[in-house]
Structures are given as C-alpha cells and as structure tokens.
C-alpha cells in the first residue's frame, strides 16, 4: 500500500499521467520538484487517516449494534410476516440469549443482530431472514435477500414495527396475556 501511496503522490508519476499538450506547460513553468521526504510524509498521513476511520466505523457500528439489541430486548414489538394478508400480525420477543420468547415457531426460533441487521433464524439453523433496522421510525424492514428462507417461497417485505404501531387486536393480545 505504502509503495502505491509513494507512486501516486510522487510529482513526476503525476506529470507522467498529464496528456501531452498539457506536460509541456507544466515543465515550462518550473514548479519545485517535490521529494522523497515529503511525498512519504503524505503517504504516512493518508494511511493513518485511512485506519482511523476504519477503526471509526468500527467502533460505530458496535454501537448502533449494541442499541439494536437493546431496543429489541427491551421493545415491545409485532411481526407483519406476511404483507398480503392484512391480519398476518404477530407479536414477537426477543430474548437476551438470542431466542425468540413469544411468536417463536419453526420459521422464527434465534436472533443475531450486527451492522444494523436483524437476522432471523429456523429451527433448523437456516437463515430465515434479515431486517434492516431505521434507527428513526424504530422499524425493521426485511431486507428481501434470495438467500432467506422467506424468499424463497416469496414472503417479501415483511416488517418488524414497535406494538404501539400494530393493529388494536394484536396490541390487546399482550395485556391478555400479562406480556
């Protein structure tokens, strides 16, 4: 990387690159010829911003994961599982320990959560889907991937929404039920 750094930033290699008709302009106003010294001083800097904001990132999306998780431990939320039928809703909890309490069945039995991906997992360990959470509206949308089960027998767009957004029946399920 260092020496990829080097080329780009030494003066002549830009020169080089510049079309003819442009070469010859440059040359004849005699800029300072820039030397080893300074062009591996801004190779040095391009590389430490480079890993900082690597490491940025980062730290970041450990932080948006570790409120993911928190806001699903803690909400209280409802599964749209299948968008064409209107009453296909049911209300799902998400356990510390990555299962899946209430709503769990054969297609929703664990949970993962990284990068501002709710993962669903089967039974059997197969992935069932994955919702990109909107820190905003504090819904998740699936993300439609082919890979997921759902998609594969074409439940698109299912949603993940807080229960206070759900339909009144679903929402009066969880005070049956003392959840």
Known sequence: MLSTAVLVFSAGHLLSTLPSEYRSEFEALNLPSYGLV???LGATVIIAVTFWSMYLRVFIRER??????QDLINGDWVMNYNPQLNNAQKRIQFLPDGRIGEGSNENE???TASNELLTLWRMN???QNKFRYDTKTRMLASTNEPTADAMKRGIR?????????ARPSVRASSTA???
Not at 157 to 165: C, V
Request: charged content about 20%; cysteine-free; glycine content about 8%.
């Open 157 to 165: 767009d299912q949603l993940i929404f807080p229960a206070e957004f």
């Open 38 to 40: 300074p062009t591996l």
């Open 109 to 111: 039995t664990s949970w």
């Open 177 to 179: 039920t003392g959840s």
């Open 64 to 69: 948006e994961t570790a409120q993911l998780r």
């Open 125 to 127: 360990g197969d992935l």
